[in-house]
């Protein structure tokens, strides 16, 4: 059974910072693109960032390019998402999603197939 875990979420005030983890398991973690997708109250799904199997390539959201920062560890089976200064609009739950094959293709933004219970991110002053 796959699950993934998120973790690192809080309250911030604008400018800040705050890591998030997601530890991955029941499935071969090293073949996946992983990414993370947020949900703002009120609003949809959105997608934010997403790293390939390697760790080689990363693909960022224009709303989050430059303040965020995705990462893996094949290792350790997880996905972390460094988030630097923060603004209020990137307050809401923060998702680890579990892609369909190896690498992020924009033409299909809903190749993913499992998701965890979310993290919430609250940036507020």
């Known amino acids: 059974e796959v699950q993934l875990v998120e973790s690192g979420g809080g309250l911030v005030q604008p400018g800040g910072s705050l890591r998030l983890s997601c530890g991955a398991s029941?499935?071969?973690?090293?073949?996946?693109?992983m990414s993370w997708r947020r949900q703002a109250p009120g609003k949809g799904l959105e997608w934010v960032s997403t790293i390939n199997s390697p760790g080689s390539a990363t693909y960022y959201a224009d709303s989050v390019k430059g303040r965020f920062t995705i990462s893996r560890d094949n290792d350790k089976n997880t996905v972390y998402l460094q988030l630097n200064s923060l603004k209020t609009e990137d307050t809401g739950i923060y998702y680890c999603?579990?892609?369909?094959?190896?690498?992020?293709?924009?033409?299909?933004?809903?190749?993913?197939?499992?998701w965890g219970q979310g993290t919430q991110v609250t940036v507020s002053s």
């Open positions: 029941g499935f071969t973690f090293r073949y996946y693109a």
């Open positions: 999603t579990k892609e369909r094959d190896s690498d992020y293709h924009p033409q299909r933004p809903n190749n993913w197939d499992h």
